[in-house]
């Protein structure tokens, strides 16, 4: 993101409001999670007293929620068969492209019982 879009709180929700009013997937910026990341630590390593460090841990807490139910709303949406995947991000594909293996897995452990041929997960 540059400068003078840097994440913060407000941003963030505003990108979870937008996607979650709209049924396809929005486009997003593509170092998004790096750049929450990047807010995350510099917000913990700040070191406050008091009412400071109360309200920076609630900063962090609604960031990670947010984090959270943004990433948990697009992966949602991906699995959808109308959805494009064509905007998500590389994290959010990483995390799809497991779904496929285990998908794959399930196929081949299926049709060997299926098939009379059990499959060995010993050979593995």
């Known amino acids: 993101m540059s400068e ?5 709180i407000n941003s963030l929700n505003a990108l979870i409001l937008q996607e979650a009013e709209t049924d396809p ?8 999670y790096n ?3 990047e807010l995350i630590k510099s917000l913990k390593s ?7 460090a109360k309200i920076n841990q609630v900063m962090i807490k609604m960031i990670t929620d947010t984090t959270s139910a943004l ?3 697009r992966l949602e949406k991906a699995v959808l068969e109308k959805s494009n995947s064509s905007v998500l991000l590389d994290e959010e ?11 794959e897995r ?12 059990p499959y060995s997960l010993d050979n593995q």
């Open 4 to 8: 003078q879009n840097k994440i913060n």
């Open 25 to 32: 997937i929005q486009e997003i910026d593509s170092d998004l």
């Open 35 to 37: 750049s929450i990341s």
């Open 46 to 52: 700040e070191e406050y007293d008091g009412i400071k």
């Open 71 to 73: 990433l948990k709303l």
């Open 93 to 103: 594909k990483y995390i799809l492209d497991s779904r496929k293996e285990m998908a």
């Open 106 to 117: 399930k196929d081949t452990i299926l049709s060997g019982i299926l098939n009379g041929k």
